[in-house]
C-alpha cells in the first residue's frame, strides 16, 4: 500500500502513518504495528542468547566437572578473546559465536577417556593420539546446533597453528579462522598466567615476551599486533583474573 501524499510512509511496511511516526531512526519511519513487532522480536531473541548461553556455560561446567577444574579459564578466554575481536568487528552475532566458540574450545574433552583426560604424569604417543582428536569431538557435538555453527568451526581449529604445525588438519596462515587466530593468543596469555598445580603463573610482561616471540610461527602477526595494541586492557584484565560478564550479551 503506499502512503499518502501528506503522511510519511513507515519505512518497514509502507503503510502511511496516520499520526506522528511512532519511531524514528536516522530519519526513517516506522509505525507503532512495525515498532512493537520489532520490539517483540528483539525480545525474543535476547531470550534465545540467554538460553544458549546458559546451555554453553552448562556444557563447560559438565567439562570442569570432569576435569575437576574450578572453570575460569574458559570464561576468562571467551571475554579476553572478545576484547581482540571487537578490533575486527562489531556485529553482535559474530561476537557472539565467536564468543561461545572461545567458551566451549575444549568441550570435546568430554569425549576423552578417563585414563588420558585425568592422567597424571606425560602422556604417551598413543594417548596423545587420543587426546589430539578433542577439536573434532567438539565440532561434532556442536555443530549440528545451527545457532552455533561458526563457533564449531573455531572448537574444530582451536589447536592449529599459524605456521601449520597444529592440529587436527594442519591448517596454516588464514586457513584458519581469524577469530581461532586470535583466541589463540589469549589462550596462552591465560595459561602462562594462571597458577598451576607444579608451578606459579608467570607475571603478565613473561607471557607477552613469549607471545612476541612467536609472532609469525605459533601465532598470527595480526593476532600479536592487535595483542599489543590491546595490552593494556588485558594487563588490568589478567591481573583481576576475572570472567567479567560476556560483552557481546551487552552488544546485542
Ligand atoms: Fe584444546
Given amino acids: 500500500m503506499q502512503a499518502r501524499n501528506d503522511a510519511p510512509a513507515c519505512s518497514?511496511?509502507?503503510?502511511?502513518?496516520?499520526?506522528?511516526?511512532?519511531?524514528?531512526?536516522?530519519?526513517?519511519?516506522?509505525?507503532?504495528?512495525?515498532?512493537?513487532?520489532?520490539?517483540?522480536?528483539?525480545?525474543?531473541?535476547?531470550?534465545?542468547?540467554?538460553?544458549?548461553?546458559?546451555?554453553?556455560?552448562?556444557?563447560?561446567?559438565?567439562?570442569?566437572?570432569?576435569?575437576?577444574?574450578?572453570?575460569?579459564?574458559?570464561?576468562?578466554?571467551?571475554?579476553?578473546?572478545?576484547?581482540?575481536?571487537r578490533r575486527f568487528t562489531r556485529d553482535p552475532q559474530l561476537l557472539r559465536q565467536i564468543y561461545w566458540g572461545a567458551l566451549l574450545h575444549d568441550i570435546g574433552k568430554v569425549g576423552i577417556p578417563d585414563a588420558v583426560l585425568l592422567k597424571q604424569?606425560?602422556?604417551?604417543?598413543?594417548?596423545?593420539?587420543?587426546?589430539?582428536?578433542?577439536?573434532?569431538?567438539?565440532?561434532?557435538?556442536?555443530?549440528?546446533a545451527s545457532f552455533m555453527a561458526e563457533a564449531a568451526e573455531i572448537v574444530l581449529c582451536h589447536e592449529e597453528r599459524f605456521d601449520g604445525t597444529g592440529y587436527p588438519r594442519g591448517l596454516s596462515g588464514e586457513a584458519i579462522p581469524l577469530a581461532t587466530r586470535l583466541f589463540a593468543v589469549i589462550d596462552t596469555l591465560d595459561a602462562m598466567t594462571s597458577d598451576r598445580p607444579y608451578r606459579k603463573g608467570l607475571s603478565f610482561d613473561a607471557a607477552k615476551e613469549e607471545i612476541l616471540h612467536l609472532a609469525g610461527t605459533q601465532f598470527d602477526p595480526l593476532a600479536v599486533e592487535a595483542f599489543g595494541a590491546e595490552e593494556k586492557t588485558l594487563r588490568e584484565m589478567v591481573a583481576m583474573k576475572c570472567g567479567m560478564a560476556p560483552i557481546t550479551m551487552a552488544a546485542g
Fill in 12 to 85: 518497514l511496511c509502507g503503510h502511511a502513518i496516520p499520526a506522528a511516526p511512532f519511531a524514528r531512526e536516522e530519519d526513517r519511519f516506522c509505525c507503532e504495528a512495525c515498532f512493537l513487532k520489532q520490539r517483540e522480536q528483539h525480545d525474543l531473541q535476547a531470550e534465545r542468547d540467554r538460553a544458549y548461553l546458559a546451555l554453553a556455560e552448562a556444557l563447560v561446567a559438565a567439562l570442569d566437572a570432569r576435569e575437576q577444574e574450578t572453570g575460569l579459564h574458559s570464561q576468562r578466554v571467551a571475554c579476553h578473546t572478545q576484547v581482540l575481536a
Fill in 121 to 144: 604424569g606425560p602422556l604417551t604417543e598413543d594417548e596423545w593420539a587420543v587426546m589430539r582428536t578433542h577439536p573434532e569431538i567438539g565440532h561434532r557435538i556442536l555443530v549440528s
